[in-house]
């Protein structure tokens, strides 16, 4: 089992932390989906890695 999965996800949930963070400081729209956009594609990353496919 590879360790990446892992940390695309931990990442994920940090940047989720961050999106939520950044709302309740008043940030702007862009800096708060740019975050938003990042964890999506960590998210999207390890739960891609973990589809077994073809070696």
Partial sequence: ???V???LLGLAGILVGGVVSLA???ATKFSIGLV???ALLALAG???WLI???S
């Fill in 46 to 48: 390890g739960v891609l």
């Fill in 5 to 7: 999965p892992v940390l």
């Fill in 52 to 54: 077994p496919g073809d």
């Fill in 1 to 3: 089992m590879s360790l």
């Fill in 36 to 38: 938003a956009a990042l």
């Fill in 24 to 26: 309740r400081q008043g």
